[in-house]
Structure formats: C-alpha cells, structure tokens
C-alpha cells in the first residue's frame, strides 16, 4: 500500500467526518457566503482542528473568496487542502541524526499514550533503513513494562537493555547508553514510564534521565518526542504545553490517528506549537508508523 492509501486508511475515521460534513456544506453551484464559512466552521471544530486554527484556517478561506481567488463552494475543499499542506516546512519532519556514534531518542508522555509501542515501531523503522537500533527500558516503574518492550524487542529484532522492575531509570539510561556506544549501535530509544506535568518526581526523573545520557554522549538526547494520543483530540496540544515547560520536547509522535476521528488536531498541533510532528502512529503492529508528510496527509484527509 502507498503512502497515501496508509495515510487514508489510517485516517478513516477523520476523513470520513470530514468528507461528510463538508459534502452537507459545500453544495454544487452553490456560491460561497458568509453562512457557508459559520457552516464549515462547525465542521471543521468537529474535526478537532480546535477553535484557534479553525478561526485562522475560516480566515484563509473568507481572504481567499474576498480577494476572487475562489467563488464557489465547491472550490473550497481543494483550496483549504492546498493550504493545510503547505503548513509544514520540509526540515520539521526530520531525525536529527548524530553526527558520529550513537543518535540518541527519548520518548515521552503520560500513561497509555502509546510510548511503549511507538519506541518498537521506531525501532522497527530504523532497521528498515539499515540502522542498527538499541532499546532502553526506562520504564522500571510498572511490572509488565519491561517485559512488554522485551517482547517487542524479539518481534521486532533489535537488542535491549533492560533491569529489573523498581531499577533506577538513570542506572538503565547509564547502561543503555555504554551498550550503544559498545555495540555500535546508531540509533537508541529509550522508553520511559508514563508521567503528568503535575507529577514534581516524576518531572525530575525525566531530567535525570536526560542528564544521564547527556554525560555519556555528546550532544544527546538529539530527539525527545512527546508521544501523544491522536483521539484525545485538542487535549494533546496541552499535553504538548506542559510537557514542554519541562524537557525540550524536540518532536511528537502522534499515535492511535487511525483509531480517531480528531485528525485535524494535527494541524492544531503545528499551528499552536513551535513543536512539529515527526512521526505518526497508524495501528498496533510495528509496520504501523508513517515519518509525517504534510502534503500526503492533507490530501488523504481531504480526500473523498
Ligand atoms: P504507553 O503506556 O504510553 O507505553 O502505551 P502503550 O505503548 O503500552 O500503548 C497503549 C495502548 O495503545 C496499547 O493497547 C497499544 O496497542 C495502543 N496503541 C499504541 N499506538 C497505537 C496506534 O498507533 N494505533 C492504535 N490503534 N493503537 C495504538
Ligand atoms: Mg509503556
């Protein structure tokens, strides 16, 4: 399947809200008016783009009619996609890879994000382009975590370093890191235990976490990705907020987009926060992750 029928599919449940509310908008020969925007308005707060971006995005479109650039109805859809692709510049979607040794990616974000599960498909996704991937099991805090990133690690067929449940997540990130330097390895995950903001020790742990592997390689953490689930909609862009008040959050995973009919939080995410998504997340196996393609993912989301 290409990019596009992934996206698409993974999608559906966005496009398919979206397709049919704005197929009960934008009717055939009809000419656009004020009441058109107030109706697209709606449609586009049902899709999760937020009021703040929905408001910039109604803006676009009234400019865009007042100026003659588009008169119909029916135009609007395309003009909207065209906008919503060229939202993302081309240098937000990539890995900054280290330069020399191992590149180091934390992973973040609160409980049942999908972390666990977006660090295997990372893992499984760097193999594909020929890397060898590292996991550290930072995560020592739940009893099954460990084992659930140890399974993951079998399927997907990429070294782990892991203590017992209750380890120090810093002694783990400390050993995590000499293995990668040891092993060679060229890229590092590291899955952490989920967290709130408001969670002080917490917080605290991730720091040390991050000073750890700061000391232990040049220029790491080169990534922290703040994986957020796509179906709790507007609530990732505050997630997205507090976590960042807290670590550097360099890029968001967006997981669960094909469980959700939120897709457009998306484009909330890029025009609220200076922070860009990297990766999305588009089911539960490893293969389900897709590097984010603004333009791929504005037509699938557009599409009909
Ligand atoms: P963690 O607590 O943040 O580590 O979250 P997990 O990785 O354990 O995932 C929590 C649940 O979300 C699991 O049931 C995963 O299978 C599911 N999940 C994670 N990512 C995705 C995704 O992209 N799509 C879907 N449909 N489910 C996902
Ligand atoms: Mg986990």
Redesign the pocket.
């Known amino acids: 399947m290409g990019l596009f029928d992934r996206f698409k599919k993974?999608l559906g449940r966005t496009r398919e809200k979206l397709a049919t509310g704005l197929r009960s908008v934008l009717r055939i020969g009809q000419r656009i008016d004020e009441e058109t925007l107030h109706k697209l308005e709606d449609v586009m707060l049902a899709a999760d783009f937020g009021p703040t971006t929905t408001q910039k995005l109604i803006d676009v479109v009234r400019t865009g009619w007042k100026a003659g650039e588009i008169a119909e109805e029916q135009q609007v859809t395309e003009y909207l996609r065209r906008h919503v692709s060229s939202l993302w510049p081309e240098s937000d979607r990539s890995i900054r890879f280290a330069e020399s040794g191992p590149t180091v990616i934390l992973v973040t974000?609160?409980?049942?994000?999908?972390?666990?599960?977006?660090?295997?498909?990372l893992g499984y996704y760097f193999t594909q382009t020929g890397k060898r991937v590292i996991l550290g099991a930072c995560?020592t805090f739940?009893a099954a975590?460990v084992e659930?990133l140890s399974i993951w690690s079998q399927r997907v067929g990429v070294q782990i370093v892991k203590h017992d449940q209750g380890a120090d997540p810093g002694a783990v990130a400390y050993d995590a890191c000499e293995a990668a330097v040891a092993r060679n390895a060229d890229v590092l995950l590291i899955?952490t235990?989920?967290r709130l903001h408001t969670q002080e020790h917490l917080m605290r742990e991730l720091g040390k976490i991050q000073k750890v592997v700061e000391r232990k390689i040049p220029g790491a953490p080169h990534e922290v990705l703040l994986?957020l689930?796509?179906t709790v909609g507007q609530n990732a862009l505050n997630q997205a907020r507090q976590f960042s008040q807290h670590v550097s959050v360099t890029g968001i995973f967006?997981?669960?987009?094909?469980?959700s009919a939120k897709g457009g939080v998306v484009v909330g995410i890029r025009d609220q926060l200076n922070v860009p998504v990297k990766f999305?997340?588009?089911?539960?196996t490893p293969a389900?992750?897709e590097p984010f393609d603004p333009v791929v993912f504005a037509e699938a989301m557009f599409a009909e």
Do not use: P, W
């Open positions: 993974g974000g609160i409980n049942g994000s999908g972390k666990t599960t977006s660090v295997a498909k995560d739940r975590a659930q899955d235990a989920g994986v689930d796509a967006l997981a669960k987009l094909d469980g999305v997340g588009l089911g539960e389900d992750i």
